[in-house]
């Protein structure tokens, strides 16, 4: 089985209120092939001492829904202490959200490399915001 790169992104919100914009665009990305939703979970800071979690599963909501559907199989990748850390971050009344996916588009990509005989000698990510920043900085320059 080919797979492509793993990422985990982590959310957070003040409060435990969504707007529901992220579960459509999810969907979206999903529904095209871009990625593949692996697991996701939604973590509150209830207390300094405590917090709940939110498998996707567990969710009642229409935009979930939708995410839920086109997501296939979820497995469980987040472990008891992946949670601990996420909860650390989040004041108490906050919220996150944690999202595992693959980059699917990646996996026919080197599935491609593969069977062409070629390698992957550098994989490295560049922050949006560095990318912004050198874009700006060259329309400035013109």
């Known amino acids: 089985m080919v797979m492509g790169?793993?990422?985990v992104i982590v959310v957070k919100f003040p409060g435990s209120e969504f707007n529901g914009e992220?579960?459509?665009a999810l969907a979206d990305t999903v529904a095209q092939g871009d990625i593949r939703l692996l697991d996701l979970v939604f973590v509150s800071r209830?207390?300094?001492d405590e917090f709940e979690v939110i498998e996707l599963d567990d969710i009642d909501?229409?935009?979930v829904d939708e995410l839920s559907d086109g997501a296939g199989s979820v497995v469980?990748?987040?472990s008891d202490e992946?949670?601990?850390s996420i909860s650390d971050q989040l004041e108490v009344g906050s919220s996150a959200v944690a999202i595992v996916f693959e980059h699917a588009w990646a996996a026919r990509l080197a599935s491609a490399v593969r069977g062409s005989k070629g390698e992957i000698v550098m994989d490295e990510r560049i922050p949006a915001d560095?990318?912004?920043a050198a874009l700006e900085a060259e329309r400035k320059d013109d």
């Open 76 to 78: 469980d990748l987040l």
């Open 5 to 7: 790169p793993v990422q």
């Open 46 to 48: 209830v207390s300094e």
């Open 61 to 63: 909501d229409e935009g």
């Open 82 to 84: 992946d949670l601990d």
């Open 22 to 24: 992220i579960a459509p």
């Open 130 to 132: 560095v990318v912004v």
